[in-house]
């Protein structure tokens, strides 16, 4: 059963060594992520599944101790989600090879390394997630993963619309406010109805990264009751970043 959620957002500048001079800029975001994160740990899950969106190569699920790297970013930072140093295979497996992260749940595991996230006593996993999957199919999985324990917490990767000023990566768009605006409104209240009503293909559309994981979290929230809460809605460089907490 799902107990607590965090969402997040997950562009690779969270990192400070990637933001370089420009790091103290996402300080308050970072603050408020950090919050959400512990919000996670106050919960006292028995598991926790990061989920975040990934490119095909980084779908399906990544078992703890599975390692990620930033240098495709430029830095030399390398993060593991949980410390179980068996992600690549059984001891002994000879030369299999490691899966990595995706940058989502890459940026998932740093934020949980920044709050000291004891991995000793909460199972930890990763899950990539697709743009395309079907709303339905997001719906599905998510009540799967509700059911892998009775006290679960999901922190969720993804951002809003990449479309909100004229230097935005998709340019301006004067849908993409709107959109973000309704999402911002659902998480606050905790409306997983209004996740799941999310249009598949304005989100497309509006190159906004975190529509199936939102609907995933919407179907693990089936029933759970929880309490929302905004901690932080805004578009820095045209993106929409949201940062808010599910919780009893």
């Known amino acids: 059963m799902l107990i607590a959620a965090a969402v997040c957002p997950c562009p690779p500048l969270l990192v400070p060594e990637i ?4 790091a103290p800029e996402l300080d308050e975001l970072r603050t408020a992520c950090v919050e959400a994160v512990r919000v996670l740990a106050a919960a006292r899950p028995e598991r926790l599944i990061v989920l975040g969106p990934a490119e095909p190569a980084g779908r399906g699920p990544h078992p703890c101790g599975t390692t990620g790297s930033f ?3 430029g830095v030399d930072v390398e993060v593991r989600l949980g410390r179980d140093g068996t992600a690549g295979g059984e001891p002994g497996g000879g030369d299999a090879v490691e899966p990595a992260l995706p940058p989502s749940l890459a940026v998932g595991a740093w934020l949980l390394e920044r709050t000291g996230w004891d991995y000793e006593a909460v199972d930890v996993e990763g899950l990539g ?3 395309p999957l079907a ?3 997001c719906i599905e999985v998510g009540r799967e993963l509700a059911a892998q324990a009775e006290r679960v917490a999901l922190l969720v990767m993804g951002d809003g619309t990449a479309c ?3 230097k935005a990566p998709g340019y301006l768009d004067e849908r993409a406010a ?3 605006a309704e999402v911002a409104r659902a998480l606050g209240a905790a409306d997983a109805g209004a996740l799941v009503a999310l249009d598949e293909e304005l989100a497309y559309e509006l190159q906004a990264a975190g ?3 939102l609907q995933v979290l919407a179907g693990a929230a089936e029933g759970a009751r929880l309490k929302g809460e905004l901690r932080y809605d805004e578009a820095p460089y045209g993106v929409g970043y949201f940062v808010a907490t599910w919780s009893s």
């Open 211 to 213: 529509r199936a994981p």
């Open 19 to 22: 933001a370089a001079g420009a």
């Open 135 to 137: 709303a339905e199919r």
């Open 71 to 73: 240098r495709g970013f």
């Open 164 to 166: 909100r000023t004229l």
């Open 178 to 180: 709107p959109f973000d």
């Open 129 to 131: 997630v697709g743009e």
